[in-house]
């Protein structure tokens, strides 16, 4: 492909002519760059290798002699291979040596493991703006499903928080688990929270449902440990009758308001009996107050629709955490972290919604809603592709900073 120029860079203006390659300055005398892409289809992937060729110009108006501006910032891998280095890296979650190793082995094409973390800044750079837009539906929905976990990382720890529905998911590394930044996040959601019993969000301004799951296991170890006391089972028994029931209908009708409202006032009924009820041993007084605190929390779910009675879908997204922190266990720094919870963000989106993370990195489509809309994703023509304006890898500042040390080192030797 050739790369042409219709305007002088400096002035602006029209009136330029190619320079004659013996007229050329030293610094624009080679011309040419290749650059490598994959291309996949249902039944193949193939390497391609684009070369790009152009000339020198020069402005008869200010005299400057210049390349094309979108040759000098020419990428020299394309989207098609950046995407299949995130489809493996995050769905099949292999590492970056592996990955160097994958692509030799297979395309030929040999790429040091450090320009992965390239592809990722050039992919969480491309799609920043599609997490936010997830992020701004995610709270104007009805219903948001949140948890936190803990992480370690080379220069400290933190925790990984997820927000999650049936339609997106959005992973957020927060320095420490206190929740003040869920405030102001959540200050115009309307829908219902579940979440946990963490004390982080009883003070959100939104309807809250508590994760009954979580509540069932504290009461499955509290019996454990008193197996022989007698008001806490007089606690846990019709608790239990209360769930079993309202998960039958559940089976049987899903998360329909219409049919689950018929078990409010049975809960009602058990809250109503508890508080009158007096309590002697410590296990049973510790649940009974636990349960009175939260009675406006445990079920909420009964007044909505597909509103869930536990945390499942949030849990489910915190495993990916799980796994990542044992690949990398404490190697992993926070922007680095940052970046991967980016394209983890899109992945665990696509598989919610039960479409092809893989398909969507290659349609290059910045909005999921309107990849799933187009029935028909066709495969985009061959173009150019260059890095954003003002951006340079970081593995090549990296390169230019140690030069840059080695060669001080080397001057404060000779003056020494």
């Not at 969480?124 to 992480?151: F, M, N, S």
């Not at 689950?260 to 009924?269: D, M, P, S, W, Y």
């Not at 510790?286 to 536990?310: K, P, Y």
Request: charged letters at 30%.
């Amino acid at each position: 492909m050739e790369i042409t120029a219709t305007r002088c860079p400096v002035c602006g203006s029209k009136r330029i002519a190619p320079l004659d390659p013996k007229q050329r300055p030293k610094d624009l005398q080679r011309r040419r760059k290749r650059a490598i892409d994959l291309v996949i289809t249902p039944g193949a992937i193939r390497r391609k290798v684009v070369e790009f060729r152009t000339v020198a110009y020069r402005c008869e108006s200010c005299q400057k002699c210049f390349t094309p501006e979108r040759y000098d910032r020419l990428t020299r891998y394309f989207h098609g291979l950046m995407s299949w280095f995130a489809y493996q890296h995050i769905t099949h979650r292999l590492g970056l040596r592996s990955l160097a190793a994958l692509f030799y082995e297979t395309f030929g094409v040999r790429v040091n493991f450090w320009e992965f973390t390239d592809f990722r800044h050039l992919l969480v750079h491309k799609y920043r703006k599609t997490c936010k837009l997830l992020l701004a539906q995610l709270i104007a929905g009805p219903v948001l499903y949140v948890d936190e976990t803990e992480i370690k990382l080379k220069d400290g720890s933190g925790y990984v928080w997820v927000f999650a529905s049936p339609s997106a998911t959005i992973y957020i590394f927060r320095r420490s688990r206190e929740g003040d930044f869920l405030r102001q996040m959540l200050k115009d959601f309307k829908g219902v929270l579940v979440s946990d019993f963490y004390s982080a969000y009883d003070g959100l301004p939104c309807l809250q449902q508590r994760c009954l799951i979580h509540l069932i296991r504290d009461m499955n170890r509290a019996i454990l440990d008193n197996p022989f006391d007698q008001e806490l089972q007089s606690i846990t028994t019709p608790f239990g009758a209360l769930l079993r029931s309202i998960v039958t209908t559940i089976d049987e009708h899903g998360l329909k308001q219409r049919y689950l409202r018929i078990h409010a006032k049975t809960a009602e009924a058990f809250f109503d009996a508890l508080a009158e009820r007096f309590h002697e041993s410590e296990a049973s007084k510790a649940l009974r107050e636990r349960l009175l605190r939260n009675r406006q929390r445990l079920f909420t779910f009964l007044q909505h629709d597909g509103v869930s009675w536990n945390n499942n879908l949030a849990e489910n997204a915190i495993k990916r955490i799980s796994d990542y922190r044992e690949d990398v266990r404490r190697s992993a720094k926070e922007a680095g972290l940052a970046e991967y919870l980016v394209l983890l963000s899109l992945y665990q989106t696509c598989r919610v919604r039960e479409i092809s993370f893989l398909k969507f990195l290659l349609s290059q489509k910045r909005d999921v809603d309107a990849f799933v809309a187009s029935k028909r994703h066709r495969r985009r023509l061959q173009h150019v592709e260059v890095y954003p304006k003002g951006y340079l890898p970081p593995s090549i500042i990296s390169v230019r900073r140690g030069k840059a040390i080695r060669a001080g080192d080397t001057v404060a030797a000779e003056s020494e």
